[in-house]
């Protein structure tokens, strides 16, 4: 099972940027779906964005225009790169990959990112 390591959280002011790094422990081009979810205190894991191997980006709403997804195959990792940061992005944010094949749903340890000024 790839092992996922997230990088790249702390804390930032608001309207500044950080840029969050998924390192995997093995070759992510066969997976079907790669995305970042953010559990804030108290509330449920959400979805931010999501990168299939074909198909759309998707991000979620409140990210649209200010967060953005990349998938790097040859590096065998993803970034979240995060602009306009707000108070409410306050949150643990986890890496995720998906293998439909294997039915196998991998979730890395999760990093934290503040904002606040």
């Known amino acids: 099972q790839v092992q996922l390591v997230e990088s790249g959280g702390g804390l930032v002011q608001p309207g500044g940027s950080l840029r969050l790094s998924c390192a995997a422990s093995?070759?992510?081009?066969?997976?079907?779906?790669m995305g970042w979810y953010r559990q804030a205190p108290g509330k449920q894991r959400e979805l931010v964005a999501t990168?299939?191997?074909?198909?759309?980006?998707r991000y979620a709403d409140s990210v649209k225009g200010r967060f953005t997804i990349i998938r790097d195959n040859a590096k065998n990792t993803q970034y979240l790169q995060m602009n306009s940061l707000q108070h409410e992005d306050t949150a643990v944010y986890y890496c995720?990959?998906?293998?439909?094949?294997?039915?196998?749903?991998?979730w890395g340890q999760g990093t934290q990112v503040t904002v606040s000024s």
């Open positions: 995720n990959a998906v293998d439909v094949a294997t039915m196998t749903d991998n």
């Open positions: 093995s070759s992510i081009f066969s997976f079907d779906t």
């Open positions: 990168k299939p191997r074909f198909g759309s980006t």
